[in-house]
T-cell receptor, first 113, second 113 residues
Framework: GNSVTQMEGPVTLSEEAFLTINCTYTATGYPSLFWYVQYPGEGLQLLLK?????DKGSNKGFEATYRKETTSFHLEKGSVQVSDSAVYFCASRLKAAGNKLTFGGGTRVLVKP | DTAVSQTPKYLVTQMGNDKSIKCEQN?????MYWYKQDSKKFLKIMFSYNNKELIINETVPNRFSPKSPDKAHLNLHINSLELGDSAVYFC????????????FGPGTRLTVT
């Protein structure tokens, strides 16, 4: 089956610290991979995506690289801001599974000034 | 000019009641979704409609009945509400069922007492 596992939070950081959120997937095939962000009281927004192995998605200073050999899609940001405080969701989508999004459990990130 | 909107934003009701949540999108998309996010932030798809036809039904109790009167609307009716139905329900839409980005609404927080 198709599943996504990401590190549990909360992750608490100081401003300008380096952020990594681990995400691994299992799939019978080669899914597209996504990171979504949910700010307090809001819906999910697509942060970045990668559709094939070795692709790197990037947006707003965040990056993630699709690693087929380790079935991973870890999210990184070099210098976080207080405004990055949110819940981050890793997700996969597999055409053979009807293109439905399968989400990880979410990781809450809290950035303190 | 909200892209995906949901009403109501909050819904508090008693066990056994019947309630509806409405979703509208003005993006011209032809595919809409309902997701459920539980208290631990775990997010899972419930239904997907394409051109008013049901294409994904993820083993949701038949107390939940989605209805799509047209491509821009997907409503969720819930009969005989139970405590376990308490969650945040997100509507989303996309341009087709393929590898297109899904746009999420702000969510409806349902509390069953």
């Amino acid at each position: 089956g198709n599943s996504v596992t990401q590190m549990e939070g909360p992750v608490t950081l100081s401003e300008e610290a380096f952020l990594t959120i681990n995400c691994t997937y299992t799939a019978t095939g080669y899914p597209s991979l996504f990171w979504y962000v949910q700010y307090p009281g809001e819906g999910l927004q697509l942060l970045l995506k990668a559709t094939k192995a070795d692709d790197k998605g990037s947006n707003k200073g965040f990056e993630a690289t699709y690693r087929k050999e380790t079935t991973s899609f870890h999210l990184e940001k070099g210098s976080v801001q207080v405004s990055d405080s949110a819940v981050y969701f890793c997700a996969s989508r597999l055409k053979a599974a009807g293109n439905k999004l399968t989400f990880g459990g979410g990781t809450r990130v809290l950035v303190k000034p | 000019d909200t892209a995906v909107s949901q009403t109501p934003k909050y819904l508090v009701t008693q066990m056994g009641n019947d309630k509806s949540i409405k979703c509208e999108q003005n993006l011209g998309h032809d595919t809409m979704y309902w997701y459920k996010q539980d208290s631990k932030k775990f997010l899972k798809i419930m239904f997907s409609y394409n051109n008013k036809e049901l294409i994904i039904n993820e083993t949701v109790p038949n107390r939940f009945s989605p209805k799509s009167p047209d491509k821009a609307h997907l409503n969720l009716h819930i009969n005989s509400l139970e405590l376990g139905d308490s969650a945040v329900y997100f509507c989303a839409s996309s341009h087709g069922t393929g590898t297109y980005e899904q746009y999420f609404g702000p969510g409806t927080r349902l509390t069953v007492t």
